[in-house]
C-alpha cells in the first residue's frame, strides 16, 4: 500500500488561477513533508518543506500541515503556465532527509 | 550550484545484458541514491548510501546492485537486465538536513 498518497492525479486550472494540491500519508511515524516539482525530461526539484502544523508561505506557493490528520496540502496561487509540471509530495520519519518517501505525483496543467 | 551528473542520458541493452549506471555530484553531500521513476508507481528507491563503501538496500532493490567508490561517485549495476528494469533512473544526493538534488535521469530499455 502506497504510504504517502496524493490527489488528485491531475489537475487543469487557468492561468491567474488557484491550484491546490492534496497529500496524506498512512503511517504515522511520517511527519516531516516536502513539496517536488519536476518538470518534462528533467529531475524532480525541491520546492518547499513544512515541518509544523500550520502554513508556510513561499512567494506564489503556500504549504498547509495538520500533523493530527497527515495531511498536507500545496496552494499555487496566480498560476503561470510554467507551473505545468508533476508535483511530488515526499515524507520521512525524520527531519533529516537520508529516506524519503515519495507519492506517486499529481500531474498539473496551467492553461493559458 | 550543487550539481548531479548521470551517465548516459539514454542506454538501449538487450535481456540478460549488463548495465552500469553512473552519478557524479560535486556538492559535498554525504548521502546519495538511486531511483526509477515508472508510470502508476511514483519514484522508488532502490539503493542509498551515506558515504563511500556504504550501501543501505531501499524499497525495491531486486535485480539491482550499487556501489560507492568515493564521496563523489554512486554506481548502479544490473548484472542481468530483464525487460521490468526497463525505466527512468534518477540519481539524487543530500546533505541530510536540506532537500534532496537530483540529476536530470537516466533513461533505460532492456529489449
Known amino acids: 500500500q502506497q504510504k504517502v498518497q496524493q490527489s488528485p492525479e491531475s489537475l487543469s486550472v487557468p492561468e491567474g488561477g488557484m491550484a491546490s494540491l492534496n497529500c496524506t500519508s498512512s503511517d504515522r511515524n511520517f511527519q516531516y513533508f516536502w513539496w517536488y516539482r519536476q518538470h518534462s525530461g528533467e529531475g524532480p526539484k525541491a520546492l518547499m518543506?513544512?515541518?509544523?502544523?500550520g502554513d508556510k508561505k513561499e512567494g506564489r506557493f503556500t504549504a498547509h500541515l495538520n500533523k493530527a490528520s497527515l495531511h498536507v496540502s500545496l496552494h499555487i496561487r496566480d498560476s503561470q503556465p510554467s507551473d505545468s509540471a508533476l508535483y511530488f509530495c515526499a515524507a520521512s520519519i525524520t527531519g533529516n532527509t537520508g529516506k524519503l518517501i515519495f507519492g506517486l505525483g499529481t500531474t498539473l496543467q496551467v492553461q493559458p | 550550484e550543487a550539481a548531479v551528473t548521470q551517465s548516459p542520458r539514454n542506454k538501449v541493452t538487450v535481456t540478460g545484458g549488463n548495465v552500469t549506471l553512473s552519478c557524479r555530484q560535486t556538492n559535498s553531500h554525504n548521502y546519495m541514491y538511486w531511483y526509477r521513476q515508472d508510470t502508476g508507481h511514483g519514484l522508488r528507491l532502490i539503493h542509498y548510501?551515506?558515504?563511500?563503501?556504504?550501501?543501505q538496500i531501499g524499497d525495491v532493490p531486486d535485480g539491482y546492485k550499487a556501489t560507492r567508490t568515493t564521496q563523489e561517485d554512486f554506481f548502479l549495476l544490473l548484472e542481468l537486465a530483464s525487460p521490468s528494469q526497463t525505466s527512468l533512473y534518477f540519481c539524487?544526493?543530500?546533505?541530510?538536513?536540506?532537500?534532496?538534488?537530483f540529476g536530470s535521469g537516466t533513461r533505460l530499455l532492456v529489449i
Open positions: 548510501s551515506y558515504g563511500a563503501g556504504n550501501l
Open positions: 518543506s513544512i515541518f509544523s502544523d
Open positions: 539524487a544526493s543530500s546533505d541530510g538536513d536540506s532537500d534532496y538534488t
